[in-house]
């Protein structure tokens, strides 16, 4: 990937041009709902322009979901952990559990292995593409969310940038 000045930059500039496309937000009869979809078509848009199409398998499906214009099969299923229930159960505090677990088991490798195989799982619901890797295909599985992870956050920095700007635009 570019540096990240560099990559935020051509961000910025491809959003920009995928806002300014005929029928993204220029309409002043599409509601609310309408509009947010748009804009977030617009922004994945740009993020696959820049990251390129082929790159990345999250790439690719975000590609073809574009091309669809929907975003239903980049969202987390109904089944998956919200961002909330991932955080509730990381501030909680595992380890007598995890003691007590580890014993009834017989040993702890058992037990890292079905935590491993419970996270690695609900990696695969949440970045786009990766649903159908081999479990045993860690590596890769890492990769991709790590890249998505960083492409989202340069996402998200750009349009913060953006709605900052309009609102100093503002009288």
Request: hydrophobic share 40%.
């Amino acid at each position: 990937m570019q540096g990240s000045n560099q990559f935020k930059q051509a961000l910025l500039e491809s959003l920009l041009l995928e806002l300014q496309k005929p029928g993204v937000v220029a309409s002043r009869k599409m509601g609310f709902h309408g509009t947010k979809h748009a804009i977030r078509l617009a922004a994945d848009a740009a993020l696959v322009n820049v990251r390129g199409a082929g790159a990345t398998r999250w790439s690719r499906t975000m590609q073809t979901a574009v091309e669809l214009g929907n975003r239903r099969h980049l969202t987390p299923s109904a089944k998956s952990a919200s961002g909330k229930t991932i955080l509730r159960r990381c501030h909680r505090l595992r380890r007598p559990r995890m003691a007590v677990r580890a014993r009834a088991c017989g040993s702890a490798g058992v037990l890292a292995r079905a935590f491993v195989r419970k996270r690695t799982t609900v990696l695969k619901r949440i970045v786009p593409g990766v649903e159908k890797l081999d479990d045993r295909d860690e590596c890769t599985l890492l990769s991709e969310t790590l890249d998505y992870a960083v492409c989202l956050r340069a996402q998200v920095d750009v349009m913060q940038l953006l709605v900052r700007a309009l609102q100093a635009a503002k009288p």
